[in-house]
């Protein structure tokens, strides 16, 4: 049975860091693509940053050079450190494999506000 937990979500000021945890269990978490995700209010889910199996990471362009993406595959854990957070990274966080399915499982965020 899958099941992802995200944590470290909360409130920061704008400028702030703060660093998300993803604990995965149920999945061949070695062999796959990974990914953060985020939803905003009335916006559709999105990709924030991915990281292969091998290691290559790949970021939206609205958070390059801010977020850092990393995994270790022993432990089954995804990190997403986030740096000079802006109010519009407000959303919640997800994390799931790359090209995860909308209908499929989803763990329960973690939430994120930005203050201005």
């Known amino acids: 049975q899958v099941q992802l937990v995200e944590s470290g979500g909360g409130l920061v000021q704008a400028g702030g860091s703060l660093r998300l945890s993803c604990t995965a269990s149920g999945i061949i978490f070695s062999i796959n693509a990974m990914a953060w995700y985020r939803q905003a209010p009335g916006k559709q889910r999105e990709v924030v940053a991915r990281i292969t199996s091998g290691g290559m990471t790949y970021y939206a362009d609205s958070v390059k050079g801010r977020f850092t993406i990393s995994r270790d595959s022993a432990k089954k854990t995804l990190k997403l450190q986030m740096n000079s957070l802006k109010p519009e990274d407000t959303a919640v966080y997800y994390c799931?494999?790359?090209?995860?399915?909308?209908?499929?499982?989803w763990g329960q965020g973690t939430q994120v506000t930005v203050s201005s």
């Open positions: 799931n494999v790359f090209q995860a399915d909308p209908e499929g499982y």
